[in-house]
């Protein structure tokens, strides 16, 4: 019969019997729609639709196309898709080669959208979410911090092992200190340093790293009145000022010691002086200058001290606010083109509702963990933590942290908000088993 030898081209994704074949005349028998087509089809002679072996077929570029009623579409498409998960292009073109399906299109996108396996597995797709939230660097010097490690490095006979890496947000002035781990205690230690000379930031914005998230280093934030804001995890844009100049002193130091790369910590004294006496584009001028109100003169000249006080006395309290609305203005404008281009690449960010399921980007990425899903879940955001930034919890027994805070550009929807009551309540139980 031809609509048998039609179905039995594709034996992976549909079992052909006399059952199905059954199954699929009552299914049209019992279709309104479809069994209106199918009287006028014998009664009229409709030139889109004819009918044999008493099922109803569409012409379409002289092709025969069973007509597949709203009964049995979900089936016959989870069946196409499960052939490999293969994408929307893909599936509608396997299922236009034999079969008629009203909407098709549509129809297998919902379905894709709520398919657990995709959703884990597959990378998101189109523009990334999120415009780029600027940081407000304040008006005034030693304000907000940015702080890191960097490393780890080449050992070294002191057994340094890494770069503790401070800089301010506002004259992008930095302190580099080579430190022998990443301990709360190396932080500490570095900070009282600077607490002795600069006093403390009014913000500190820093990683979730084990050395920022101790109790230790939380006391020490609270006995000295300071607001700290670690980022969102996997997102080291947050933290980005002090990433990229992670980047600078790692090439400079690779250069300065290509011949002896143990030696590294003898050198991070001179990148610092390098990178603070460095003009700065954002800023219009030096770091050193916009938080001393002179130059950086070379300490072989004369000590620094006395030169400071020098031009101290002569220019700094005169030309201070001038500069600093200078480099305020200088700051905004870096601002508006680095959003400008980093919004050209994006969309505006979904809008997440409390007790939303969503996926999540895995951002821990260990041995063999190129074959496991991109994304765990099912999560349900308990709250909003900032823009374009939520709290979510896990739920179910599956892969992933308890809970943790995302951001948009790192989160699926679970299920599309056109699911049935049904695939919501099947939703754990499917990504256990996923």
Known sequence: MAHVDVLSRYPIWMNINSEFIAQLQKAQQNDIEVKTLTTEARMNGCFSYIVENDLLYETRDDRKLLVIPKGMQKELIRNAHNVGHFGVKKVVELLDREYSISNVREKVERFIQNCVPCILINRKQGKQEGFLNTIDKGDLPLHTWHIDFLGPLTNTPRGYKHILVIIDAFTKFCWLFPTRSTTSKEVVDKMNILQATFGNPTRLISDHGAAFTSGEFKKYCSDSHIYHVQITTGMPRGNGQVERLNDTIATVVAKLTIDDPGQWFRYVPRVQMALNSSWQRSINMTPFKLTFGTEMKHPDLLPLCSLIKEEYAKSFLE???????????????????????????????????????????????????????????????????????????????????????TGTDYMKNWKNCQTSDEDDEDSVSEADSA
């Open 319 to 405: 030309k201070r606010e001038a500069e600093r609305q200078e480099a305020k203005q200088c700051i905004l404008k870096a601002q508006q083109e680095q959003k400008k281009t980093f919004d050209h690449r994006r969309v505006a960010a979904t809008d997440y509702r409390i007790g939303d399921l969503v996926a999540i980007k895995r951002t821990q990425f260990l041995p063999l963990s190129k074959i496991k899903s991109k994304y765990l879940g099912p999560y349900r955001i308990t709250g909003k933590c900032g823009p374009n930034r939520y709290e979510v919890w896990k739920v179910g027994s599956g892969e992933g942290p308890e809970k943790t805070s």
